[in-house]
């Protein structure tokens, strides 16, 4: 039994330690004996479960089952944090068709529109008309649009088959820089530099 004993870590003989019924002067004096390596750690953990006993106000007899419950929503809500806090996609409902009417609409190309979807421009760096313009052509809010668009950049998704490499989310740029690079005509580029707050 002694040599069972030398094999078990510090986490393991703690976790042994931690299951236990109670957590008593003789539960820990045992342990002290069977595993006097791991005094320290023996310790520090009865007066962690002691404290956390009195700040539930009852003895640490709680059914393993509501331990491992708690846990496990414990584990759950650190797992999906965002999936709350998701912001809407005011893209999402737009086919092919609609999403050019869009572009069209706005007066702007089908890449800008397509930068402003996959969130690869700053949105710090966007106008707020502009956001406005987007905002009633998409049916949305200009609050939701402008969180939208403030939300991490996605990958585009037409990437993920066309390549032979793994895609990645590119690094975003300024709208300064997007109306330079998004294939628009000169008066599209003054009439988007006209909205600049």
Same mark, same amino acid.
């Given at each position: 039994m002694s040599a069972e004993h030398s094999r078990l870590n510090e986490e393991e003989v703690l976790l042994a330690f931690s299951v236990e019924p109670t957590h008593?002067?003789?539960?820990?004096?045992?342990?002290?004996?069977?595993?006097?390596?791991?005094?320290?750690?023996?310790?520090d953990c009865s007066i962690e479960l002691m404290i956390d006993a009195s700040r539930s106000g009852d003895e640490v007899e709680v059914s393993s089952e509501h331990i491992v419950?708690?846990?496990?929503?414990?584990?759950?809500a650190a797992a999906h944090p965002t999936?709350? !806090?998701?912001?809407?996609?005011?893209? =999402?409902q737009l086919n092919p068709t609609a999403?050019?009417? $869009?572009?069209?609409? %706005?007066?702007?190309?089908?890449?800008?529109?397509i930068r402003f979807r996959e969130r690869a421009i700053d949105a710090?760096?966007?106008? !707020?008309?502009?956001?406005?313009?987007? =905002?009633a052509e998409l049916g949305a809010s200009a609050d939701a $649009?402008?969180?939208? %668009?403030?939300s991490p950049p996605a990958m585009v998704s037409s990437q993920s088959f066309r390549s032979n490499v793994k895609p990645a989310v590119t690094a975003q740029i300024s709208f300064e820089q997007a109306i330079g690079t998004s294939q628009l005509t000169q008066a599209q580029q003054e009439a988007l530099k006209a909205l600049r707050d």
């Open positions: 008593d002067r003789a539960t820990l004096e045992r342990y002290l004996s069977l595993y006097p390596e791991q005094a320290h750690a023996l310790v419950e708690q846990a496990w929503q414990q584990f759950r999936q709350t !806090a998701a912001v809407a996609n005011p893209f =999402a999403f050019k009417s $869009v572009a069209k609409k %706005l007066d702007i190309s089908n890449l800008l529109l710090a760096t966007i106008p !707020a008309r502009l956001v406005q313009r987007l =905002a $649009v402008s969180a939208y %668009l403030r």
